[in-house]
């Protein structure tokens, strides 16, 4: 079993940035791929960003389209934590975040996902 916590959601003026935190417990972090899905009121979960970890490349990385160029997630394997650093937000990146967890990056890209965080919740207004 893999436990993850988000932090670091709230409200952000359009144009802002804000940093979340997923802290993962359980079984061996870096062999996880890890992940951010959102989900929008009345949307279905979307994949956001993801990134897979091997001792040979350390973090290989993978954007949805909306979110490139603003967007970064990293990870720290010391700390078992991924971050999702947002700048330039939007009134359209307003969702509920999720940290995701899964043995395969491509099962996690495809929103195939074995471990889910319970959400933070991310505000952006005009």
């Known amino acids: 079993q893999v436990q993850l916590v988000e932090s670091g959601g709230g409200l952000v003026q359009a144009g802002g940035s804000l940093r979340l935190s997923c802290a993962a417990s359980?079984?061996?972090?870096?062999?996880?791929?890890m992940g951010w899905f959102r989900q929008a009121p009345g949307k279905e979960r979307e994949f956001v960003a993801g990134?897979?970890?091997?001792?040979?490349?350390?973090?290989?990385?993978d954007y949805a389209d909306s979110v490139k160029g603003r967007f970064t997630i990293s990870r720290d394997n010391a700390k078992n934590t991924v971050y999702l650093q947002m700048n330039s937000l939007k009134l359209e990146d307003t969702a509920v975040y999720y940290c995701?967890?899964?043995?395969?990056?491509?099962?996690?890209?495809?929103?195939?996902?074995?471990?889910w965080g319970q959400g933070t919740q991310v505000t952006v207004f005009s």
């Open positions: 995701a967890a899964e043995t395969s990056s491509y099962r996690l890209r495809n929103g195939v996902v074995g471990f």
């Open positions: 990134i897979n970890w091997n001792i040979n490349w350390n973090g290989v990385t």
């Open positions: 359980g079984r061996t972090f870096s062999s996880y791929a």
